[in-house]
T-cell receptor, first 113, second 110 residues
Framework: ETGVTQTPRHLVMGMTNKKSLKCEQH?????MYWYKQSAKKPLELMFVYSLEERVENNSVPSRFSPECPNSSHLFLHLHTLQPEDSALYLC????????????FGSGTQLSVL | TQLLEQSPQFLSIQEGENLTVYCNSSSVFSSLQWYRQEPGEGPVLLVTVVTGGEVKKLKRLTFQFGDARKDSSLHITAAQTGDTGLYLCAGSGSARQLTFGSGTQLTVLP
């Protein structure tokens, strides 16, 4: 148990569906992240929130939309995804924005049909 | 763009054997981390090295940061089946953003 909880663990969706991934951290950290993990590729940083303000967006397609209502909760809203978006989506938190000691959740395995 | 290359990509060994995996870059990093990821779980931080030439030990695992802070190695002595997993290195560069390698998938057979 890392203190970072992600739901759902598995998600299958069609290209026309809208779904949301949820992440909650119980560690009192100030930064939260979304990463994408595809087979044989390095982890890709998608979004970073520090103290509820989004500070980075690595040119992620607009069909991915993050939301961070407070420092403990993070969402990733998905709409009109493509099959190549199928991957493991990992949420992480860290004590501060530049404290790179990351605590990861177990991830959501997403399949887009 | 800073890149980290990990080798080998896959490694399968018998229990009790020793192994070394590598993490290399042409860029200098201010620190380097190693994570282990087990099936169905997220990565878990094992160690952070920050000084060139630094060696850290975690039970049977020995981590070394290169003198020039461009590379790192992880050596496991007498591997156990519980060591099976994906080993990821991640470097912190000038922008303080973490760059991850693609990982080494280790399988330790009984």
């Amino acid at each position: 148990e890392t203190g970072v909880t992600q739901t759902p663990r598995h998600l299958v969706m069609g290209m026309t569906n809208k779904k949301s991934l949820k992440c909650e951290q119980h560690l009192g950290h100030n930064a939260m992240y979304w990463y994408k993990q595809s087979a044989k590729k390095p982890l890709e940083l998608m979004f970073v929130y520090s103290l509820e303000e989004r500070v980075e967006n690595n040119s992620v397609p607009s069909r991915f939309s993050p939301e961070c209502p407070n420092s403990s909760h993070l969402f990733l809203h998905l709409h009109t995804l493509q099959p190549e978006d199928s991957a493991l989506y990992l949420c992480a938190s860290s004590p501060g924005r530049y404290n790179e000691k990351l605590f990861f959740g177990s991830g959501t395995q997403l399949s887009v049909l | 763009t800073q890149l980290l290359e990990q080798s080998p990509q896959f490694l399968s060994i018998q229990e009790g054997e020793n192994l070394t995996v590598y993490c290399n870059s042409s860029s200098v990093f201010s620190s380097l981390q190693w994570y282990r990821q087990e099936p169905g779980e997220g990565p878990v931080l094992l160690v952070t090295v920050v000084t060139g030439g630094e060696v850290k030990k975690l039970k049977r695992l020995t981590f070394q940061f290169g003198d020039a802070r461009k590379d790192s190695s992880l050596h496991i002595t007498a591997a156990q089946t519980g060591d099976t997993g994906l080993y990821l290195c991640a470097g912190s560069g000038s922008a303080r953003q973490l760059t991850f390698g693609s990982g080494t998938q280790l399988t330790v057979l009984p």
